[in-house]
């Protein structure tokens, strides 16, 4: 079983609509992370968490938010789509320092999203 | 602020040729520096990585020497095999500050390798 999931893999939304995006991870690792890829772009960070009762805003959160509702799991939503949020989104983790983290991320297979 | 930046793309190879992307970055700390490869369909994979200065990270052919003189990490290979063909992103994960942990990446190079 893979160590990041992330639900749904695909998803067609027309825009005004509320969309969750869902991340679980069996790693154990206390950080998760939120991209989001477009061509050209590479990865652009939206929200990172590094423990259940800690979380930021990357450098595009307008427009998202976020829910920690356990170390395992990080939930992304769009509280009213809009076009311009069609994406590739991958969910990340990866350990604390203090687990000895060299500072690697681990992925999801990332979710496509199509806003309409 | 922290950034990545890679040689423009697409690059197309024919299968046994020398790959080498380039990739430089400016970082206000001392920074862990990463290449990872996302396949068609796929997240992304670490590829190798490097956490010191001289550090040469290897996996699957593939090599990159951490330059802290000329701040680059370039990826090399060989001979490349048309399973090669993905996007090859070079990151880096600044362990000074607030912004520790946190990857910043390149925009991405478009590799593809015809037999």
């Known amino acids: 079983d893979a160590d990041v999931t992330q639900t749904p893999r695909n998803r067609i939304t027309k825009t005004g609509k509320r969309i969750m995006l869902e991340c679980s991870q069996t790693k154990g690792h206390d950080r998760m992370y939120w991209y989001r890829q477009d061509p050209g772009l590479g990865l652009r960070l939206i929200y990172y968490s590094f423990d259940v009762k800690d979380i930021n805003k990357g450098e595009i959160s307008d427009g998202y938010s976020v829910s920690r509702q356990a170390q395992a799991k990080f939930s992304l939503s769009l509280e009213s789509a809009i076009p311009n949020q069609t994406a590739l989104y991958f969910c990340a983790t990866s350990d604390s320092l203090a687990g000895g983290s060299t500072y690697e991320q681990y992925f999801g297979p990332g979710t496509r999203l199509t806003v309409t | 602020g922290d950034s990545v930046t890679q040689m423009e793309g697409p690059v197309t190879l024919s299968e046994e040729a020398f790959l080498t992307i380039n990739c430089t970055y400016t970082?206000?700390?001392?920074?862990?520096l990463f290449w990872y490869v996302q396949y068609p369909g796929e997240g992304l994979q670490l590829l190798l990585k490097?956490?010191?200065?001289?550090d040469k990270g290897s996996n699957k052919g593939f090599e990159a020497t951490y330059r802290k003189e000329t701040t680059s990490f370039h990826l090399e290979k060989g001979s490349v095999q048309v399973s090669d063909s993905a996007v090859y992103f070079c990151?880096?994960?600044?362990?000074?500050?607030?912004?520790?942990?946190?990857?910043?990446f390149g925009q991405g190079t478009i590799l593809t390798v015809h037999p």
């Open positions: 970082a206000t700390g001392y920074p862990s």
């Open positions: 990151a880096l994960s600044d362990r000074g500050g607030t912004s520790y942990g946190k990857l910043t």
């Open positions: 490097a956490t010191k200065a001289d």
